[in-house]
């Protein structure tokens, strides 16, 4: 069953869709590094948006390197 370990272990799983809808929990966006409980995850992922931030966008030096990342 979908989710069973994740339940298991004391979490709420979420099924936030497909590769192509996991843009939604990329750095910037509501879900991403938030402390939410099921419902809060739910919301914070249909609030999210394609937009990125700058800081967030790539550059002509992107990707950089390990030691001087872009």
Known sequence: MKGELVNDMGFDAVDAGGLGESWRQEPAT???????DIGGVREALRKA???????WRATSKSPGTFDAPA
């Open 30 to 36: 509501p879900v991403y590094t938030a402390d939410l």
């Open 49 to 55: 948006t394609r937009e990125r931030k700058p800081e």
